[in-house]
């Protein structure tokens, strides 16, 4: 594995994505109907409580449903391809990076209709910023090796959420909570150590899929 | 008779702290009162179901490190049988709270850690039952148990930490309890005992089911 080689993959994904534009659009459709949805449901603000745990929510979802293509789009006559081009590392390096950059231009897009409908009680903005790129980051991690044990069921779209979604409570857990003091303004000494605690587990889980792939690589 | 001493063992424990975590003194706490001989049943499942979980994850380490289909078959019984301590620790759980904190269900660290831990290896049985080829599920699924465990980890120890709010639980946030100061000598005398008991209990439940296992798909692993 090396830098050009995750680099040609990652641009191999961008080529990929451009090909497939009508998914990428019904990803954005997916995220602004959502958010649409819940203004329509609640029509103005109830509680900061309320605000933050609908918009990571929200993201989540849209988490499950954009990264569980990324290894199930590509079939397998094309994953043989790969195999015998690049090393499983840098396979599963240029998935997280990818998916992370699709996870913070979709976070970003989703903040900012959701800021239009449903206002913006948001106290601590650059707080706020360092959350959303540590969530969505970390969510998209997770989540691509996830996505890349689910793709060996065969397409059964239900196992994506089955298997990730206890896995992802301790990082939402931490990752709402921060969020909620970013929001509420609250600046207490906790705020670092929350930090700590999602780049740690970014970390972890990062290098967790880097020894890890290799043995789901081929079969 | 060889290699029985520690079930016979298993077997003289579990009945010991049975008598006697019914029949011993305890002492007479606030709020607990007789219900602290639930330590003796309720604490020893936890320790049983962890142990469990971390033969379980060594043997998907070993499955992936040699390819023997066996140590999956570890893995995965090891599992059933941790979850059955599970859900036996969380029924005992929900019978003491329900006449100490007056609810079976509260939002709890600890309670929450167990609720993930069981959702977790149902979603590991879950993806085992979506495979079909050995070889695939032996392999997918060790990665997804090793993924797991220390996602589990994680939520169990780290965040607990992090939010700051103390369990409920006897022993912690000043609670009355069984911690160093509460629990005298003749409680320990149960305690421990009960805690190998059934954790040899578990293993013996193991080590049957691998026989059961072996017989089953003998024709895979010759």
């Avoid at chain 1, 969530?135 to 996505?147: E, P």
């Amino acid at each position: 594995m090396n830098l050009r080689e995750v680099k040609a993959l990652i641009f191999k994904e961008f080529l990929y994505e451009w090909k497939q534009k009508n998914a990428f659009v019904g990803v954005l459709i997916y995220v602004i109907s959502t958010v649409f949805l819940t203004y329509f449901s609640f029509k103005r603000l109830i509680s900061t409580e309320t605000y933050n745990a609908l918009f990571w929510i929200i993201i989540l979802f849209t988490g499950v449903n954009t990264i569980s293509r990324s290894f199930m789009q590509e079939n397998e006559e094309r994953q043989f391809y790969y195999y015998q081009l690049a090393s499983p590392q840098g396979i599963i390096l240029s998935k997280m990076l990818y998916n992370s950059l699709v996870m913070l231009v979709l976070t970003f897009l989703a903040l900012g209709v959701y800021i239009t409908f449903l206002g913006n009680p948001i106290v601590n903005i650059s707080l706020f910023l360092v959350t959303v790129l540590l969530g969505s980051t970390g969510l998209a991690v997770i989540l691509s090796m996830v996505s890349a044990i689910a793709s060996k069921t065969g397409n059964n779209p239900t196992i994506m959420a089955i298997l990730s979604f206890p896995i992802i409570l301790p990082f939402l857990d931490a990752l709402i909570g921060l969020s909620l003091h970013a929001i509420n303004g609250i600046d207490s000494p906790q705020n670092i150590k929350f930090i700590i605690v999602l780049g740690g587990m970014n970390a972890i889980v990062a290098a967790l899929s880097y020894l890890l792939f290799p043995y789901l690589w081929r079969d | 008779m060889k290699g029985m001493w520690w079930k016979l063992l298993g077997i003289v424990l579990v009945l010991y702290a049975i008598i006697g975590g019914f029949l011993m003194p305890v002492p007479a706490m606030p709020i607990l009162n007789e219900t602290i001989r639930n330590t003796f049943f309720h604490i020893p499942m936890w320790f049983a179901m962890m142990i469990l979980m971390t033969i379980s994850l060594v043997s998907s380490i070993q499955y992936l490190s040699s390819g023997n289909l066996q140590k999956d078959a570890a893995a995965s019984e090891a599992i059933n049988v941790s979850l059955l301590m599970g859900f036996l620790g969380l029924f005992t759980g929900m019978l003491w709270a329900n006449f100490t904190w007056g609810t079976p269900w509260t939002n709890d660290v600890k309670l929450n850690g167990t609720a993930v831990a069981i959702l977790i290896y149902v979603a590991y049985i879950i993806l085992r039952g979506s495979l079909q080829d050995e070889h695939r599920r032996a392999k997918v699924s060790a990665v997804y148990n090793i993924f797991a465990y220390v996602m589990m980890m994680l939520f169990i120890n780290v965040i607990p930490r992090l939010s700051g709010t103390d369990s409920l639980h006897p022993g912690n946030g000043g609670n009355p309890a069984f911690g160093s100061y509460d629990m005298d000598n003749t409680m320990r005398m149960v305690f421990y005992p009960a805690i190998i008991g059934w954790t040899l209990i578990g293993t013996w439940i193991l080590s049957l089911k691998m026989r059961i296992n072996k017989i089953e798909n003998k024709l895979l692993y010759d």
